[in-house]
């Protein structure tokens, strides 16, 4: 585990649980559970809290940190679901089982607090960017790679696709900086400080995980299909129907996702063959259980001046449209955080894509050699 993002991970429970005394209101949810009116009114906005929680925006990496922790269960969505199994309960063992929880999310948090006192002590800082226009863009290898010369090739491949997005928006290739390497797990940060370019990341691998998606159910389809006990001949059709799409959108889905994205502008980037390499390359990683994942910065929340006057309303204005650009370049990040992680293993295991799908990788290598 990184003592770095370790350190943020504790950093946002300590602060959030002084904002919102999550625990406070489970107390007195579990004191008011006779008393309908008071009962509703403090679930209501307890459960507003932890909807709010900043565990929820948390990208794979941090929820793997606050679950080694074994403290995921205690904040965010998965504490409302855990409160909401416990408030599901037969009357008579739901304060028991509220007590319980409660005392373990103590426990927990005063653990928290003396790791992280602990950790002040050597000055370390939290790996956080905050109102900057700077974004990590991770590739994290799960344990069963070990090879150092395949580590090497795909974080080779990485660089190599991050130099075309950035060459092509920006007109030149940009020197990619390591911003943050991880040795509890291995994983490889590097920072892109171009908005631009982040969006277009973040568009692709979006586009890769609907990909991933369709591909899969196509062929989830035609396993279920064979199984069936109907007619052979119709069987045999469907299947031969189904294969039909799958081939189809095998064959068109990396050109469809680059002409998307990456389309031709002011006569230039006619070629995007190394792209569409790249976008291949990242497929065959997520089929082998290697994330990729984008670190956003923080945003502070919109504070507005008080006073009314046409200086400062022209000062709001400005604050607000500064805000909304960061949150809009923001957005389409974690979204397309969330859409890679929601690809669950099972469904990587199922997808079933033929080498030939990958075979201009290899042409590529060989023109290198």
Not at 113 to 126: A, T
Not at 268 to 288: A, F, P, V, W
Request: glycine share 2%; charged share 35%.
């Amino acid at each position: 585990m990184n003592t770095e993002k370790l350190l943020k991970v504790l950093i946002d429970i300590r602060d959030e649980e002084k904002l919102s005394n999550i625990s406070g209101a489970i107390q007195s949810l579990t004191a008011q559970l006779n008393n309908v009116q008071e009962y509703s009114k403090i679930k209501d906005d307890l459960y507003s809290k932890l909807r709010k929680s900043v565990v929820n925006g948390y990208i794979y990496s941090d929820k793997k940190v606050l679950k080694e922790l074994k403290g995921d269960r205690f904040f965010g969505d998965s504490a409302l679901e855990q409160l909401e199994t416990f408030l599901h309960l037969p009357t008579t063992e739901i304060p028991s089982a509220l007590n319980k929880y409660l005392s373990e999310r103590s426990a927990f948090l005063q653990a928290s607090q003396k790791v992280l006192e602990g950790l002040n002590q050597f000055q370390l800082k939290p790996h956080i960017y905050t109102d900057e226009e700077k974004y990590d863009i991770s590739i994290i290898f799960p344990d069963e790679i070990k090879d150092i010369e395949i580590i090497s090739e795909k974080i080779d491949q990485w660089q190599e696709f991050l130099h075309q997005i950035c060459e092509y928006e920006l007109g030149k290739k940009e020197k990619i900086n390591i911003s943050f390497a991880n040795s509890g797990c291995l994983e490889l940060s590097v920072l892109i400080t171009s908005p631009a370019v982040v969006l277009l990341i973040a568009k692709s691998l979006k586009e890769i995980a609907n990909f991933i998606k369709e591909i899969t159910e196509i062929q989830k389809n035609i396993a279920e299909t064979e199984n069936l006990k109907i007619d052979k001949k119709l069987k045999q059709l469907n299947i031969e129907n189904l294969q039909k799409a799958n081939s189809e959108k095998l064959k068109e889905a990396v050109e469809i996702i680059v002409q998307r994205i990456f389309p031709v502008k002011d006569g230039k980037h006619e070629d995007n063959t190394k792209i569409s390499i790249g976008i291949k390359r990242i497929i065959k990683n997520l089929q082998q259980n290697i994330k990729i994942e984008i670190t956003p910065p923080r945003v502070s929340e919109l504070k507005l001046l008080s006073d009314d006057t046409d200086e400062n309303k022209k000062q709001n204005q400005k604050l607000r449209k500064d805000y909304e650009k960061k949150i809009e370049i923001i957005k389409p990040v974690e979204i397309a955080n969330l859409e890679i992680e929601k690809i669950e293993k099972r469904d990587i295991d199922l997808l079933a894509i033929p080498e030939e799908f990958y075979s201009d990788n290899d042409k590529d290598r060989k023109k290198k050699a």
